[in-house]
């Protein structure tokens, strides 16, 4: 299940105290000052976990606090400093400050950490304060103090490809056939009410990681619909898969159902306008072979785009590796030599 929005309420460690003390032994009348400084105050850390794809195991347990340091004592003894808090995020969240609203940070790092609370700095003892001019020093300061605040973290699924299209164009239905994701299918629209990534395996060991957005439709960069929600999660990817279904349940024109698409994309952000697209001519086993090549012309000579569109069927598994190859070479460019070599 995705969750992509969740809110953590956090609070890193509080620093430890100065200790004030004097040494006093036996035969050592003037043992002068031996207060040790207090602890650090833990802090509270987001750490990028590549295994996670969602924020759900943060949602039963919104409270994290790190620990306080321990205070100084005698004999020049520093304080203990607090264990840090480490919350572990997917890659692609975004960190904002409820309060502010200003982004604290931008996840996508896989060694990315970011302390969202600062633990306070350890107090001094009176030791650190001696000097020449005051050797018996009788002060001490406390410990720092905590950092408190609320967070919203927000995902935005980081894939190489995002399928994109109007409710019931086959989306979930292709991601099956390449993949081992397992989104519902059924023959009526929003079947798909959140994101799934699926990784496509290609020869050569490579591999493609394909995001299924919920269906778009008229307005959905308004509000409308499911789409807006996870609009978002398509401005990660590095190209988008506009699927278009040749043979609409509802009779509709394929040609303004694709230009609704793309004026919803362009009305959402300039991001996803200008993002490279492949289109994909869908269910095309629905149409008689005899048919095909004159129906699918009249759907190209519309669409009017300078890449060829792929013709497909996710049901039958028609076009897919034409599909994955195309989308390789146009991140990638063409398969490795290497690979090349090692097959031979």
């Not at 919104?62 to 620990?67: G, N």
């Not at 629209?189 to 799934?196: E, G, R």
């Not at 009779?251 to 306008?273: F, H, W």
Request: glycine share 12%; with cysteine.
């Amino acid at each position: 299940m995705l969750i992509d929005r969740a809110t953590l309420y956090v609070r890193s460690g509080k620093g430890g105290h100065g200790c004030m003390s004097f040494r006093r032994e036996k035969f050592i009348p003037k043992g002068g000052p031996d207060g040790g400084n207090g602890g650090r105050g833990g802090d509270v850390v987001l750490v990028a976990d590549p295994s996670l794809d969602t924020l759900l195991p943060l949602t039963p347990r919104p409270h994290y606090r790190a620990e306080s340091g321990q205070g100084g004592m005698g004999k020049s003894c520093i304080g203990r400093d607090g264990a840090d808090c480490i919350v572990k995020v997917p890659l692609g969240t975004l960190v904002f400050d409820r309060e502010s609203k200003a982004l604290l940070a931008d996840i996508s790092d896989s060694k990315q950490r970011v302390i969202v609370a600062e633990g306070g700095q350890g107090g001094r003892g009176n030791e650190s304060f001696k000097s020449s001019t005051n050797q018996a020093p009788r002060e001490s300061t406390p410990g720092g103090d905590w950092v408190e605040r609320t967070i919203d973290l927000e995902l935005k699924l980081i894939a190489d490809v995002g399928l994109v299209g109007l409710p019931n164009a086959g989306k979930s239905t292709m991601l099956r056939s390449f993949s081992r994701a397992r989104p519902k299918v059924a023959d009526y629209p929003f079947t798909t009410l959140s994101p799934h990534l699926g990784i496509a395996e290609l020869s050569r060991h490579r591999r493609l990681i394909v995001a299924d957005i919920p269906g778009l439709i008229a307005g959905a960069a308004d509000g409308a619909g499911l789409g807006h929600d996870f609009l978002r999660h398509i401005e990660r990817t590095e190209r988008i898969v506009h699927v278009v279904d040749v043979m609409p349940f509802d009779e509709s024109d394929p040609v303004q159902n694709y230009k609704t698409i793309r004026g919803e994309l362009e009305a959402y952000s300039t991001i996803l306008a200008e993002k490279p697209e492949t289109i994909v001519l869908n269910k095309i086993d629905l149409i008689p072979e005899q048919d095909r090549e004159e129906h699918c012309r009249a759907i190209l000579s519309g669409l009017g785009t300078s890449e060829p569109p792929l013709l497909l069927s996710g049901l039958t598994g028609e076009g897919g590796e034409a599909l994955l190859e195309r989308l390789w070479q146009a991140q990638h460019g063409a398969p490795d030599a290497t690979w090349e070599a090692h097959e031979g």
